[in-house]
């Protein structure tokens, strides 16, 4: 069965592979540009409609007129003709002879100074040279020629231009720098002795002091050196903080270790003994008090502490100086009662093992349950029954509370929000809209959403079940537009349009 296409076919310049016309004895339907392959034994050839004979043309019908200097000759059988072309000029044509423009073999020879050039000097010439001499590159004043195989090479003898240094020399004694220079006499210059000789003593006085030629033994006096003498990288002050120099290379200064220490001891844990929360002794609810931050207390006997209940072995911790709230201390818990639906205390957690609350699972490790689904380790469903007997959880953001929903439910919501069918066709449109919402006749709605770039399309013949082509166009807001050669029928085609992600 054929694919019916109902628009023209854009291949985007690719190729059509492996594809043949239609073969039939019997011409289709005519319509301009329209091309089959006629089967009869009389043609066996490919013809296409032209408006302007009203009639099939053979595709290989062809007309060879003579030309000015090539004349064509056709030979063969009708389908496969062979055509062969032969120059027309005068004349015999071979290896030496050239065809001119007026048509005719000429000898090559006979064309004016093909064989013959001139040779200029500066002075002398031209001279003409013919075929077969030979020229002569002879050499001048410091020049050579030589010549192997093809290549002439040109030579320069003169070599009393090459003046360079050769040698440099400096005499310690009268201090006198001597440079050699090549087909030049020697240049001199006279230091006048003004340079250093080894080995003379230098002394160092001052807050350092020492003397020596080629190494000096240097000595510090008593009594000069503060923090001012060395590099500040070395000294470590206050504000650099000796937490943020951590190293075996610098050194604090005692602001900077005061610092440390204050910074280092403020705000620690004090130990200050037990406390009997039935008896508040000591007393530490009421305010002012003098109780300072860090002070620590151990219960030592039940009671209540701001309303917050306190068991033996628990321990208060001061976070700021003179509390006077719960919400100033910090509260170590030893002793929690057990867990229940009200209670938070101690407890542990199970699976349930009814089968209406199975798909649980619980893990410990190191103290922590780890609470999850366990769906791979339930019995596998059959799926014998329908699917309105199938629930899965949901969860309802408009309420904002979890529900059950029925499979079958979901399915045919799922459906309705990513698929579309209808139909379309009123015997005059070619050009048909679908909009997400608001289209005027012929134009429909599909309610998909404002993403057409999503959208998978199909056609499909009401009539006999096949499905059609046509240019489907996605637009901006949802919009698809079907385009067509031809306007279909009423009603004559169904859309179905699939949402995909």
Do not use: C
Not at 73 to 95: E, H, R
Not at 172 to 178: I, K, N, P, Q, Y
Not at 194 to 218: C, D, F, K, P, Q
């Amino acid at each position: 069965m054929a694919i019916p296409f109902l628009n023209n076919i854009n291949l985007s310049d690719n190729q059509l592979l492996n594809a043949k016309l239609q073969v039939t004895s019997t011409a289709p339907t005519a319509a301009a540009g329209q091309i089959y392959f006629d089967s009869t034994a009389a043609d066996e050839t490919a013809k296409y409609y032209s408006n302007a004979t009203d009639a099939w043309v053979n595709l290989k019908e062809y007309t060879f007129p003579a030309g000015s200097f090539i004349t064509g000759t056709v030979t063969g059988t009708t389908p496969k003709p062979i055509i062969t072309f032969d120059l027309s000029a005068s004349g015999t044509p071979d290896a030496t002879v050239y065809l001119r423009g007026d048509n005719a073999w000429e000898p090559i020879s006979a064309i004016p100074g093909t064989y013959t050039w001139s040779i200029q000097g500066d002075a002398g010439g031209p001279t003409a040279v013919a075929s077969g001499d030979a020229i002569d590159f002879a050499g001048g004043t410091n020049v050579t020629t030589a010549l192997s195989g093809t290549t002439l090479t040109i030579n320069s003898t003169d070599t009393n231009d090459n003046d360079y240094l050769t040698a440099l020399s400096f005499n310690t004694g009268d201090g006198v720098l001597t440079a050699t220079v090549q087909n030049q006499s020697n240049v001199t210059v006279d230091l006048d002795g003004r340079y250093l000789t080894g080995n003379e003593t230098i002394t160092l006085t001052g807050e350092v002091t020492g003397s020596g030629t080629t190494a000096i033994t240097t000595t510090v006096a008593n009594g000069v050196l503060d923090v001012a003498n060395f590099n500040a990288s070395a000294i470590v002050i206050e504000s650099e903080g000796i937490e943020n120099n951590d190293n075996d290379t610098t050194l604090p200064t005692s602001a900077a270790v005061k610092a440390y220490v204050d910074a280092s001891t403020v705000g620690g844990l004090v130990y200050q003994g037990g406390y009997d929360a039935n008896l508040n002794s000591p007393d530490l609810t009421t305010s002012p008090n003098s109780i300072l931050k860090g002070w620590t207390y151990t219960v030592i006997a039940d009671g209540t502490f701001f309303g917050e209940q306190l068991r033996v072995g628990d321990v208060l911790i001061a976070e700021v100086d003179d509390p006077s709230a719960l919400g100033d201390w910090t509260t170590v818990q030893n002793n929690i009662d057990l867990a229940s639906l009200t209670q938070v205390g101690i407890g542990n957690v199970n699976a349930s093992i009814l089968d209406d609350e199975l798909g649980i699972e619980v893990a410990y490790a190191a103290g922590t349950a780890k609470v999850g689904l366990d769906i791979d380790g339930l019995a596998l469903d059959t799926l014998a029954e329908q699917p309105s007997d199938y629930f899965l959880p949901i969860y309802d953001a408009g309420s904002g509370i979890n529900n059950k929903a029925k499979l079958s439910d979901l399915l045919a919501f799922a459906n309705s929000v990513t698929s579309f069918s209808g139909i379309i066709g009123n015997g005059s449109a070619t050009s048909i809209r679908l909009e997400d919402s608001g289209a005027v006749a012929p134009n429909i709605n599909h309610g998909l959403g404002t993403d057409s770039s999503s959208f998978m399309i199909q056609l499909v013949d009401v009539s006999s079940g096949e499905t059609v082509y046509a240019d489907v166009t996605r637009g901006p807001g949802g919009q698809v537009t079907i385009d067509f050669a031809t306007a279909p029928a009423v009603n004559d085609i169904r859309v179905l349009i699939q949402k995909i992600g």
